[in-house]
Structures are given as C-alpha cells and as structure tokens.
C-alpha cells in the first residue's frame, strides 16, 4: 500500500510568492494532520482534519497559511505571502481513525523562502 | 500548555551497548504513548507505541511506560550505528481522534 504522499518534495521561492504544498493521506485514513518542524520549535501541529472537516487550527502562525480538505484524498496547503521565516520542512500526516491512534507521516516538503 | 519534554542530546553510546532514551508528559490523562525514529533528512517513522503501564517488547526495542511518574522511556538493547537517529516521543492526551503531542526529540549516535 502506498503510504502518505506529498509534492512536491523541496520548493524554493521568493519572499512575497504563494507556496501550496499538497498531501495525499493513506486510503480509508479519515484524520489528516499537518505539522511544521524546525530545528528550534521542533514538530509542530499547524491544523488537523477530521473526515475532510478542519478541527483545530490554532497551530497555524496567521492569515498567510491556510489549509483545505475537499475530499478524502486531498489537502492543501497554502501560504500567501510566503516570508523567510516560513522557511521549514512541512509533514502531512494521517490516521485510521478505527481503533488506532498511529500517525504515519508523508516524507515532508522542504520549504525554502528566499 | 500540556507538554512532551526530552533531553535533547545528542547520547552517544558505543556500539553493542543499552541506550536508554525517556520522556516526561506533562498530562496525566495521556493515554497512549509513541516512540518515533527519524533520520535526518527523513520523515518520523513509528517504531513502538505503549498504552499500558509496564513494559513491552519488540526485538530489540523496548518501551516502559510509568503512569504515576509520567514517565515513558525506550531502551535499546545492542545499539547499532544503524541506530544513530533523533528518537520522538508522542503522546495522545485526550484520546480518540486528537493529533499526537510531541517532544522535540533525543538525537542518539551510536558510535562503531
């Protein structure tokens, strides 16, 4: 089974450019999170999705992310205008949701705003 | 703020030796406890998750889990370079659907 999926892989952009990372979660997960790490604050929960529906995004740093679930197999993020200090490795991750609370983590897009 | 706290490292241990890694939550309704593996340049990978109290045991990993201490804590027996890697410890404070808490991690070098 193909794990989670995310493209693209490495992005780099100017100051000021919209950035839209992409996810793909596991078939018949119904949880989808999206997490910032950097060296200093470390994994970070930006929103989270509960059958496409976003629960919490309190983690998201202001109106510049956003983020969308239009179905089951898809979720979006987007920041506009990206700045430097955006500058990290975004993982999307997701769960079944049935009797395990296991997250399995896509390979991450490294974001780089120059 | 309910927090996932690790010593960051790095551990170094000499190769065949037991490495000890732990982690203190600060949520005392947590209920069920992860242990992530992540190369660098890699994304976390699941290596055991724990939910009751005691110890349980997968080849060479091992996870003890404390509740009244708040304490989980992964041992690994044998310790190869191969291990060498920054080691997540996660917590699901409320249970059900909510996202994993983690710590920023131990990084463990394993040294040949």
């Known amino acids: 089974d193909a794990g989670v999926i995310q493209s693209p892989r490495h992005e780099v952009t100017e100051m000021g450019q919209e950035v839209t990372l992409r996810c793909k979660p596991i078939s018949g997960h119904n949880s989808l999170f999206w997490y910032r790490q950097t060296m200093m604050r470390g994994l970070e929960l930006l929103i989270y999705f509960n059958n496409n529906v976003p629960i919490d995004d309190s983690g998201m740093p202001e109106d510049r992310f956003s983020a969308k679930m239009p179905n089951a197999s898809f979720s979006t993020l987007k920041i506009q205008p990206s700045e430097p200090r955006d500058s990290a490795v975004y993982f999307c991750?997701?769960?079944?949701?049935?009797?395990?609370?296991?997250?399995?983590f896509g390979p991450g897009t490294r974001l780089t705003v120059l | 703020q309910k927090e996932v706290e690790q010593n960051s490292g790095p551990l170094s241990v000499p190769e065949g030796a037991i490495a000890s890694l732990n982690c203190t939550y600060s949520d005392r309704g947590s209920q069920s406890f992860f242990w992530y593996r992540q190369y660098s340049g890699k994304s976390p990978e699941l290596i055991m998750f724990i939910y009751s109290n005691g110890d349980k045991e997968d080849g060479r990993f091992t996870a003890q889990l404390n509740k009244a201490s708040q304490y989980v804590s992964l041992l690994i027996r044998d310790s190869q370079p191969s291990d060498s890697a920054t080691y997540l410890c996660?917590?699901?404070?409320?249970?059900?659907?909510?996202?994993?808490?983690f710590g920023k991690g131990t990084r463990l070098s394993v040294i040949a």
């Open positions: 996660a917590v699901n404070q409320q249970g059900g659907n909510t996202p994993l808490v």
């Open positions: 991750a997701s769960r079944s949701g049935r009797g395990s609370d296991t997250q399995y």
